[in-house]
């Protein structure tokens, strides 16, 4: 056996991918039934289908792991003409159309410095992409590129500090997609990933797989089957003796689950733990509904994602409170409603799902009701669609996980540098020892979000140090 991945996740799926391509031998094992980790789509206790993790795929556009795969003609995708939307009080909303100029006409007088900050950015998408997918330490792309994002990020980061106080509408844009990072909102890790997200909003948008989360995950299983892959499922490894003796491991797994299977020595182990400074958790809600969500403006109706938590101030605040280890009385709250663009989820009725943050560790917190009160502030008359509820804690999602430890999605914190320093300050952060093992995981830079590249990039390097190959093409 040349290479065994362990976790088929995204990035464990896309290290497998790499190397079946090459021409090895590659064995997947994975705890769940099914493979796709997060990225996998359910049918309720009424049939209709929610998907458990992701439902959006900013970087599926542009991640080059998934450009030069290909995705866009594997998977039927959905491209919204709306990437986001933000609610505000009084029936208003700002809005991330894919449209830049649509988009600055309606933000009015913050509309010209919205278009300076993102135009160029959407315009290099690939090359910004290319910049926010590699480990610190690692190749950077063409310096045009880094220069313009270094500017966008340095701005976004100044405005934050200085803008959400005077309650702009484009301050109030740009905190909810930089929310996605849940690091503190005036930090560079914010700073960074709101305006790589805000960015591809305007370029590629965010699609969606037509069916769900879980039509991306049966296209990659596809690919390794033609190319055979062997998958053991429902096998939760314990040991690397119990895997198949291999040139190469592979782990999409979380670190500790690494240092586990891998029997470490006590500074290896010390080092791969170092990326476990854990992320917040996760409580998240799926519901089915008699009728769309009652948005007071007609646009948010026919967003895909919606940013919910008013002002550019009050998602601050909440996210704050979140990182100080407390609970807000009005939280952020994510919210995807899929079957705006893709009805057939749910013929007839409606999916949506919604999540908040927790501080991790925090148990028996119920923030169903807080959750629904924050969406029936922009959405009156949201409770009485209601046909369906499913709750996911914390504890929920590291059950049903391995890798969310304590309901953590993101691998990890990524307030201040740790959302580079994963595990290490290393342009090769994924080796974790000589022999022939790598961790692939999102708790490794670059980090989390589905765009396969962790796994693209280990398998890479194993290609080179352990078999002497190069990446070979993805394409069909």
């Known amino acids: 056996m040349d290479a065994v991945v362990v976790g088929a996740g995204p990035n464990g799926l896309a290290a497998a991918i790499t190397l079946a391509r090459s ?3 590659v064995a997947v094992y994975d705890a769940a039934d099914r493979p796709g980790g997060a990225v996998r789509s359910v049918p309720s206790p009424s049939g209709a289908l929610i998907d458990v993790g992701s439902s959006v795929y900013p970087f599926l556009p542009t991640s080059r792991f998934f450009r030069e795969w290909r995705a866009g003609e594997r998977v039927d995708l959905i491209t919204p003409g709306i990437s986001y939307a933000h609610p505000l009080d009084g029936g208003d909303a700002v809005v991330a159309y894919r449209d830049l100029a649509r988009t600055a006409e309606a933000l009015g007088s913050d509309g010209a410095h919205w278009a300076r900050r993102f135009g160029g950015l959407a315009r290099a998408a690939d090359e910004l992409a290319d910049l926010a997918l590699i480990p610190f330490g690692g190749s950077l792309p063409r310096p045009p590129s880094v220069a313009r994002a ?3 990020i340095t701005g976004a980061l100044l405005d934050a500090r200085r803008s959400a106080s005077r309650g702009s509408r484009s301050a109030a844009l740009f905190a909810g997609v930089a929310a996605h990072g849940a690091a503190p ?4 890790a914010a700073a960074s990933i709101g305006t790589t997200l805000a960015a591809l909003a305007h370029a590629g948008g965010w699609p969606l ?4 989360a879980q039509a991306l995950t049966d296209a990659m299983v596809a690919d390794l089957e033609a190319h055979g892959v062997s998958f053991h499922l429902g096998h939760r490894v314990g040991s690397r003796a119990e895997l198949r003796a291999s040139r190469v491991l592979l782990l999409d797994t979380s670190p500790g689950d690494a240092a ?3 029997g470490v020595a006590p500074d290896a182990t010390r080092r791969i733990l170092h990326a476990r400074t854990p992320g917040p958790a996760v409580f998240k809600m799926d519901f089915v509904l008699r009728s769309p969500v009652p948005w007071l403006h007609a646009d948010v109706r026919d967003a895909p994602t919606v940013h919910v938590g008013g002002s550019a101030a009050e998602v601050r605040a909440a996210e704050e409170t979140v990182a100080r280890g407390g609970v807000p009385d009005r939280p952020f709250v994510m919210v995807v409603q899929p079957t705006v663009v893709d009805p057939e989820r749910a013929p007839g009725r409606h999916v949506v799902w919604a999540y908040t943050r927790l501080p991790h560790g925090l148990r028996d917190i119920d923030m169903s ?3 629904i009160r924050q969406i029936e502030r922009f959405a009156p008359g949201f409770r009485d669609t209601i ?3 499913l709750v996911t804690t914390p504890d929920d999602l590291h059950a049903q996980n391995p890798n969310l430890v304590g309901g953590d999605i993101l691998g990890g914190s990524t307030a201040r540098l740790r959302f580079v320093r994963r595990p290490t300050w290393s342009g090769r952060p994924w080796r974790v020892d000589s022999d022939g093992a790598y961790l692939c995981s999102s708790a490794v830079a670059p980090g989390p979000g589905v765009h ?3 796994g693209y990039l280990a398998a890479a390097d194993a290609l080179q140090s352990f078999f002497r190959r190069g990446v070979p093409p993805l394409a069909h």
Do not use: D
Not at 185 to 188: A, F
Not at 209 to 212: I, L, Q, Y
């Open 185 to 188: 909102l005036t930090g560079p």
């Open 452 to 454: 396969g590249m962790v």
């Open 150 to 152: 270094g500017v966008a």
């Open 23 to 25: 021409g090895l031998e």
């Open 260 to 262: 586990r299977i891998l």
């Open 209 to 212: 797989p037509r069916g769900g």
């Open 369 to 371: 009701q807080a959750i």
């Open 387 to 389: 046909s369906e509820l």
